[in-house]
């Protein structure tokens, strides 16, 4: 059995350590588990011109990627302009639409004013002509009945218009907001 002063090996402060000369296997050992390198001008050139090949190369992608990224951006820029533009040509043909809209309900209103003004007159000299009370009533009650009757077919008629008109005006504006909803589709999709 081996004492424990022999098991143990001894111990040396750094400063006697490098007074001895080391022994061949001692490099050995060390050169075989460290990797050393020799600094000779013909490395350092090469490792600059290995650097500086990097280097160029990592521009050169750098320079690659921010061309692409600008491009895309322009692309997005007349995407976004394009899509706008049609937004606004959906408004300009919206408001088009309501002008003349608004141009035929103009026409029907004079037009039925014109009616309710003839009609009046000619309801004027008919009350004119009248000879007895009972008459009077008779002319007047009809008069009546037919203007009710005018009126409820005139709203039909304007409800129904107003109706169409509204669909006509809200038709663009609803195209296009299909169509950017079907951009914003295809962009999550992708």
Do not use: C
């Not at 098991?7 to 061949?24: G, I, L, M, V």
């Not at 937004?87 to 035929?104: C, Y």
């Not at 409800?159 to 295809?186: D, H, S």
């Amino acid at each position: 059995m081996a004492t424990p002063a022999k098991a143990s090996a001894k111990r040396t402060s750094p400063s006697k350590a490098a007074a001895k000369p080391a022994k061949t296997s001692d490099v050995a050992i060390a050169a075989a588990g460290e990797r050393t390198w020799t600094m000779t001008e013909e490395t350092v050139k090469q490792t600059a011109q290995d650097f500086g090949a990097k280097a160029t190369e990592m521009l050169h992608d750098l320079s690659t990627k921010a061309k692409a990224a600008f491009e895309k951006t322009g692309e997005f820029s007349k995407e976004a302009t394009e899509f706008h533009k049609a937004n606004l040509e959906a408004v300009v043909e919206s408001g088009k639409l309501a002008a003349k809209g608004l141009q035929d309900v103009a026409q029907h209103g004079a037009e039925v004013g014109k009616a309710r003004w003839e009609a009046a007159t000619a309801h004027a000299k008919t009350l004119a002509a009248v000879t007895s009370p009972t008459e009077f009533m008779s002319v007047q009650g009809d008069y009546l009945r037919k203007q009710f009757d005018a009126a409820v077919a005139d709203f039909s008629k304007s409800t129904e218009f107003y109706m169409k008109l509204a669909g006509e005006i809200v038709a663009p504006v609803q195209n296009r907001y299909a169509a950017a909803a079907e951009q914003v589709k295809a962009r999550f999709a992708a």
